[in-house]
């Protein structure tokens, strides 16, 4: 007998423990998850809106921007061009890598860390020209234990977190981008698919040239409109407002993303433990019924020495 | 009588959606009305109480609204604002928290006025202000 019947239950019980405390926080994570899609539904309503009236707004603008596109010469100097619009000559490259704050996410935050590295490595000769933003402990934790810097760092966001929350990070990159520390932006997060699955992500924020011309004249706005006090001064505002609203939606797709890659971990981790236990339990009834045997041998062997 | 449909939108969701015969709000260069059927226009608004008249009951619904633009556009007003809360959800308390601690900053931060957290720190206790005097307003 390699174990002892004690031995074996031992292993037995803890690993029941352990079941039940991966049990629980699966559960745990479903409801955040649960709770997280309510939010994202609320939210979709709110982006759907502010991108409808940029791209409404900025028509004009972008209608020139892709004119001048396609003749290959700059723009005509005499029109004001929003900055965040417009695109410049990238020195630097700015990375904002949204992971989760706590581990036992399974492949959540070392899937969106690796992907990144990769991609940067692809894209860049010298670190010169890139620099880190990070959402979460993880992602921080990793690039500082690299000696890599970090420009920007934002922990401890709750679980649903509020547009409040967010609100100072997107500002801070905004107004970085204005003062030209970097000349673009990218948002490196794990998009939810379903409770299984996630993708890697790495969109472009700012400059914002996801604005499509074609958009606006599918809309089909009315051509009379009143701007109160100037499109222009609209935009100033609308844009940060829009930049902020695209950082908060990737943030709560990533969370979303989070939630449910804990979910499925967990669940793994039950049904792991679940088979740990069973295989224990055969191991544990064979043992029992070995020992058994041998008593019987003995006794056997005892009485048929007595005769 | 005309009516519009008026509909406010925050990162949370939609915070209102009713019909109605005038919406007020305060733009960033002064106060204004706008009655159904209004012309097509957008504008800016400041933080400030957006007050909605509406057609089914005689009684008006006050949202504080922090900033944001307002849109109408086929006689439908919205607007759309980082952040929004009817007068019935705000939480009176918190708002008085808040209040007071914008007031103690901007007490620790006066003399550098130029600074920009004393800005920071005027415009949250703006928001507050403006929470608790639309949560005086609520209807029961």
Sequence with gaps: ?307 | MAEMRVQIVAPSGVIYDHRASMVSARAIDGDISILPNHTPIILPLTIHAVRIKRISIDAEDWVAVNGGVLEVRNNVCSIVADSAERARDIDIERAFEEKHRAEESMKRLSGIKANLEYKRASISLHKALNRINVSKNKRV
């Design chain 1, 1 to 307: 007998m390699a174990e002892s019947l004690q031995d074996i239950q031992k292993r037995i019980q803890s690993t029941r423990k352990t079941s039940n405390i991966t049990k629980a926080m699966q559960m745990v994570s479903a409801a955040k998850l649960g709770k997280q899609e309510q939010l994202n539904k609320g939210f979709q309503v709110y982006s759907a809106k502010v991108r409808e009236m940029v791209v409404h707004l900025a028509q004009t603008q972008l209608a020139l921007l892709e004119d001048s596109d396609m003749i290959g010469t700059n723009s005509p100097s005499n029109i004001d061009f929003h900055d965040m619009l417009i695109e410049r000559p990238v020195k630097k490259t700015g990375y904002i890598i949204i992971s989760s704050d706590t581990g036992l996410a399974g492949a959540y935050n070392s899937s969106v860390i690796k992907t990144t590295i990769d991609m940067i490595q692809r894209d860049h000769q010298s670190p010169d020209e890139y620099i880190f933003m990070a959402i979460g402990r993880t992602a921080a934790d990793f690039f500082k234990n690299r000696g890599m810097n970090i420009a920007y760092e934002l922990d401890n966001l709750s679980d649903q977190p509020a547009f409040d929350e967010v609100r100072g990070i997107a500002r801070q990159i905004v107004e970085m981008y204005k003062n030209e520390v970097f000349d673009e932006v990218y948002l490196c997060y794990n998009h939810h698919i379903n409770t299984i699955t996630f993708q890697y992500r790495a969109e472009k924020v700012l400059p914002l040239t996801d604005l499509d011309i074609s958009e606006a004249e599918k809309l089909d706005f009315d051509t009379d409109y009143i701007y109160e006090p100037s499109k222009e001064e609209i935009l100033d505002i609308l844009l940060p407002q829009y930049a902020e609203s695209l950082l908060y939606g990737a943030i709560l797709d990533a969370k979303t993303a989070e939630h449910a890659a804990r979910m499925t971990a967990m669940q793994g981790a039950t049904d792991n433990a679940k088979q740990i236990i069973d295989d224990l339990s055969i191991k544990y009834n064979r043992a029992r019924q070995a020992a058994i045997t041998e008593e019987i041998t003995e006794i056997i062997g005892g009485s048929e020495g007595l005769k």
